[in-house]
Nanobody
């Protein structure tokens, strides 16, 4: 089993930046593709970004393209999400997830049901 722990959330003004981290442990390996999702109160969990294990391909939701960047450091077993130009509508709990697939296509990378392991999440609040 994979354990995932997110950190880096907080309160920031609109236009500001945050860097989220997701530390992986357990049976996690660089074979896992990683994703970030967010969930606001009363809403469905939504895809934000994904990073494949093989090939280093990245996928983004249209709402965050050009503002957010996903990256990973396999030596540190850590995945990052850089959030820039934050908007109040970005306010949500951000969760990282792992799926044991080295190079998922976009439809699989963005589908939360494809991910087998999840962290507890970190709160991001953007004030206007």
């Amino acid at each position: 089993q994979v354990q995932l722990v997110e950190s880096g959330g907080g309160l920031v003004q609109a236009g500001g930046s945050l860097r989220l981290s997701c530390a992986a442990s357990g049976v996690w390996s660089s074979y896992y593709s990683m994703g970030w999702f967010h969930q606001a109160p009363g809403q469905e969990r939504e895809f934000v970004a994904a990073h494949t294990a093989s090939g280093g391909r990245t996928y983004y939701a249209d709402s965050v393209k050009g503002r957010f960047t996903i990256s990973r450091d396999n030596a540190k077993n850590t995945v990052y999400l850089q959030l820039n130009s934050l908007k109040p509508e970005d306010t949500a709990v951000y969760l990282c997830a792992a799926q044991r697939a080295p190079q998922p296509v976009a439809s699989r990378a963005s589908d939360p049901s494809r991910y087998s392991d999840w962290g507890q999440g970190t709160q991001v609040t953007v004030s206007s």
